[in-house]
């Protein structure tokens, strides 16, 4: 309906420029009520006055369409994955077929208070897990910085843990190990690795600006803590937190059976 209204008054002002001329914003404000639409048809001026009067007229008009709107509801959608996708991450030789591999795009909660579109390669075998987890995360408002193939990091961990990137699959050893790392299986995930940084048993943090978050429990946002509903969430899907392992700490990783 008033998106109608808006039309009908464009084609009016184009036909009598006189009658809209400088009240063209007070005409736009009062476009969304049919009344409004009225009265500036009418020639008659739609001065911030007529506005007023308009707006407080007894007609019980629906109150229009708020243009601030809700925040989407989440979504997410499973893909299979072609070469092209993962130039780095993936290679022949990897622990996991290419065809076992899949694209979970999905909506996530970003630190600015909007709704962002986000991409995860998993293993197939936990596609639901993941679009489980990530729902409710979504439904807490879990602020999370980005959410990219770690491709577009050339498939580098360091450069998509400094740009505080969450992903999953990467077809590389374990951090300081020569054995494949859960990441390569499609059944790890990092999230926010700035706020929940991988932790050496002597307490150093690779990445500077990581540091501050290095101890638990820290209250801030998109940081995950120990017993709270982001890991209990994980952990009612079979999932286990580096955050728990002793001596090394690896607060942004989850993956599907530990490791
Ligand atoms: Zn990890």
């Known amino acids: ?70 925040p989407p509801a989440f979504t997410s959608k499973v893909s299979k994955v072609t070469r092209a996708q993962v130039p780095y991450s993936w290679r022949p030789g990897c622990p996991v077929p290419l065809g076992d591999l899949r694209m979970v795009t999905m909506t996530y909660w970003g630190f600015d208070d ?48 400094e740009a505080n990137n969450t992903s999953a699959f990467n077809c590389r050893p374990a951090t300081g190990s020569s054995s494949w790392s859960k990441h390569a299986y499609g059944r790890a995930i990092d999230i926010n690795p700035r706020e929940n940084p991988y932790v050496t048993a002597d307490g150093s943090v690779a990445h500077k600006n990581a540091r501050k978050f290095a101890d638990r429990p820290v209250d801030a946002p998109g940081v995950i803590n120990p017993g709270d509903r982001v890991v209990r969430a994980f952990e009612s899907l079979g999932w286990e937190w580096g955050g728990y ?4 700490k690896d607060y942004q990783h989850f993956s599907k059976g530990g490791g």
């Open 1 to 70: 309906m008033a998106s109608l209204g808006k039309t009908f008054l464009a084609i009016g002002c184009l036909a009598a420029v006189t009658a809209c001329g400088e009240s063209g914003g007070a005409a736009v404000q009062t476009s969304e009520t049919g009344a409004a639409v009225q009265t500036s048809r009418s020639g008659t001026g739609a001065t911030a006055q007529t506005t007023k009067t308009v707006e407080t007229a007894e007609t019980p008009t629906p109150a229009p369409t708020p243009t601030r709107t809700a």
């Open 245 to 248: 392992w002793s001596g090394t």
């Open 114 to 161: 909007r709704a962002h579109t986000g991409e995860l390669v998993v293993h197939k075998a936990v596609t639901d897990d993941i679009q489980k987890v990530f729902k409710r995360l979504y439904g807490w408002r879990f602020p999370i910085k980005k959410m990219e193939r770690v491709d577009a990091y050339k498939g580098d961990d360091f450069d998509s843990i």
